[in-house]
Every structure is written in structure tokens, then in C-alpha cells.
């Protein structure tokens, strides 16, 4: 069936470095696709989002590209904040508010 | 402006019992959504209302229940709790709906617990 799933399950960077974290989806016909952050303990946090229309789209320290072409999307977070270690997940619209969502990447920053 | 708002946060229930958790969207948001998250699944749409009407649902035995209230506002109904419900139940709203491009904002979740 169709899906949103991530690449890999953690990522551990330094501090200062950037991140990218990868997300493949299935469905071609998706437009629209959203970032969100989730902090133990936390619900998920819109991070930003993206159009099938646009290529790339960039928000405060975070940029997302989209390649509809292999139907991927990736998150950059420049700089790598210890605070930014949390779990990142790639979300899909399927009908109304029923999102659906990958695995979800743990990122950890070392400092 | 306040954020989505579920209360309670933290509950602990027995097998067989029945639990409800509340939930208070964005000002001006109408549709409401909820998700259940667990290690193992994780995030899973359980339904949607919008203006008191639930739209969708997901794959969840008839256990699991919703309403919406005129407000706006939503609660949602777990009757003969099994331990496998034990997960953090999510609240989201939005203007509208996700497809329509609008944003689904998150509160910080019910944790439930059921011994």
C-alpha cells in the first residue's frame, strides 16, 4: 500500500554540524508534505512544509527539499543545536487530518 | 494564541475500564484528529471530526469512539481497556483539514497507561 517511510532509524551528529534527515514516500499523486519535530515526552511540532509544486523550501535553520522524480523528500538542519536532537518525522495528507507518518528518525547531537 | 490543549495528561487505568480524554483546539480551528502512538506502531490516525460530524475513521475496533462538540472542542472514548491501549494519545486540529493544505497542529498528548 501506500506509505511514508524513512531511510534510517537514528543519526548521531556533533554540534555544529548539519543534519540531513531522508524520507521516501509512495504515492505520486501526494502534494503536500510537513515536517514535524517530537521531543520525549512531547507531541510532534510542525518544523515546516513543502508543496509538490516547489522544489525546495527553507525556514529558520532547516531547509526541505522535495525530488518527485524518486518521490523523495529530505530535512537540512544547518548547525546543529543540542536541542534539536529529538525525533523527526516526514508526514503525508491522505484524507483530511488522516496523516500519515513514517517511522521516524532519531537524530542526537554529540557536543 | 494557546496551542491544542488535551487534559488529562497522565493516567493510569485498570483492564476492563473505560477512559476519556479531552481535548481543546487552536481558536478558530474546526477539525479535530487524533492519533494513537506506541514504540511498536507508531503514529496512527484513529478519526477526524469536523463541525461535530466525524469524517473519517482509521483502523480501530469500535472500542474507540469520538465526539465533537459544538465549541468545537473533542473527546474521545476508550470503553473495556485492554493493555495493549497503553500509548500516548494524540490531539491535533487544523482550520480546516491537512489535505486542504492547512497545518495540523499537535498537543502534548495523553499518556495512558492501563495495568
Known amino acids: 500500500g501506500e506509505s511514508v517511510g524513512l531511510h534510517l532509524p537514528t543519526l548521531s551528529v556533533q554540534e555544529g554540524d548539519n543534519s540531513i534527515i531522508n524520507c521516501a514516500y509512495s504515492n505520486s499523486a501526494s502534494d503536500y508534505f510537513i515536517w514535524y519535530k517530537q521531543e520525549s515526552g512531547k507531541g510532534p511540532q510542525f518544523i515546516i512544509d513543502?508543496?509538490?509544486?516547489?522544489d525546495k523550501r527553507q525556514g529558520q535553520r532547516v531547509t526541505v527539499l522535495l525530488n518527485k522524480t524518486v518521490k523523495h523528500l529530505s530535512l537540512q538542519i544547518a548547525a546543529t543545536q543540542p536541542g534539536d536532537s529529538a525525533v523527526y518525522f516526514c508526514a503525508e495528507p491522505y484524507n483530511n487530518n488522516d496523516m500519515r507518518f513514517g517511522a521516524g528518525t532519531r537524530l542526537t547531537v554529540k557536543p | 494564541k494557546a496551542g491544542v490543549t488535551q487534559t488529562p495528561r497522565y493516567l493510569i487505568k485498570t483492564r476492563g475500564q473505560q477512559v476519556t480524554l479531552s481535548c481543546s483546539p487552536i481558536s478558530g480551528h474546526r477539525s479535530v484528529s487524533w492519533y494513537q502512538q506506541t514504540p511498536g506502531q507508531g503514529l496512527q490516525f484513529l478519526f477526524e471530526y469536523f463541525s461535530e460530524t466525524q469524517r473519517n475513521k482509521g483502523n480501530f475496533p469500535g472500542r474507540f469512539s469520538g465526539r465533537q462538540f459544538s465549541n468545537s472542542r473533542s473527546e474521545m472514548n476508550v470503553s473495556t481497556l485492554e493493555l495493549g491501549d497503553s500509548a500516548l494519545y494524540l490531539c491535533?486540529?487544523?482550520?480546516?483539514?491537512?489535505?486542504?493544505?492547512?497545518?495540523?497542529?499537535f498537543g502534548e498528548g495523553s499518556w495512558l497507561t492501563v495495568v
Open positions: 513543502i508543496r509538490s509544486n516547489m
Open positions: 491535533a486540529s487544523s482550520l480546516v483539514g491537512a489535505d486542504s493544505g492547512n497545518t495540523i497542529y
